[in-house]
Each structure stands twice: as C-alpha cells, then as structure tokens.
C-alpha cells in the first residue's frame, strides 16, 4: 500500500507521495491511502486517475479524532474520483478546529 498526503486548502495545494517503507512489499498494490489536510471551509482528497476512492474519514488536521459532539459533512465529488469534506460553525458544534484531514481509500480497477 502507498500513502499520498495531498494538502488542499480552498486557495492552495501541495502533494507529496511517501513510501509506506518496509511494509510496502508485503501491502496490495491496487491500494493505497490519499490525505487532504487543510482549512476546516473544505477539503478535497482525490484518488488518482482510473482508481476507485471510499471510506472517507475526517479527523484534526493533526490526525488526532474530532471531539465526540463535533458535526462535520463529506460527499463525493464530481467526477467521482474523490471526497470534499468540511466543518461548519454548526448549532450546538464545538467550534470547528483550524485545520482537518481528509482521510479516502483508493483502488485500483
């Protein structure tokens, strides 16, 4: 399995690909985990070209859980080919925190 971290605030964006390391020769090539980290007003994690993106996550843009009572929203994208995800100041929400990761799986098809 390989890992992307891929930032994308709603003005900019960054991607960096980063070896899963040892663990990498014994993990499915057809899959891998894509990473959006950036402003809680949204964030987009795309899978690459031809691969199938699920199970999307929210988490702290540290990686760290959402507080337990925290609303947040996350839909597919046009295309199909990712997960935009974001936290509104919600009724009854902790205020959402200044950066959250998006967290997909894609496979390959």
């Known amino acids: 399995m390989r890992k992307r971290i891929l930032g994308l605030g709603l003005a900019a964006a960054a991607l960096a690909a980063v070896a899963a390391g040892p663990a990498a020769a014994a993990a ?22 031809g691969w199938t993106p699920s199970d999307p996550r929210i988490t702290n843009g540290d990686g760290t859980p959402l507080a337990p009572d925290q609303r947040w929203h996350y839909g597919p994208i046009q295309g199909n080919d990712g997960f935009a995800g974001w936290i509104a100041p919600y009724l009854n929400s902790p205020p959402p925190p200044e950066t959250i990761a998006l967290t997909i799986t894609c496979t390959r098809c």
């Open 28 to 49: 499915d090539p057809n899959v891998e985990t894509v990473t959006a980290v950036g402003s809680s007003g949204g964030v987009v994690a795309r899978c690459p070209e």
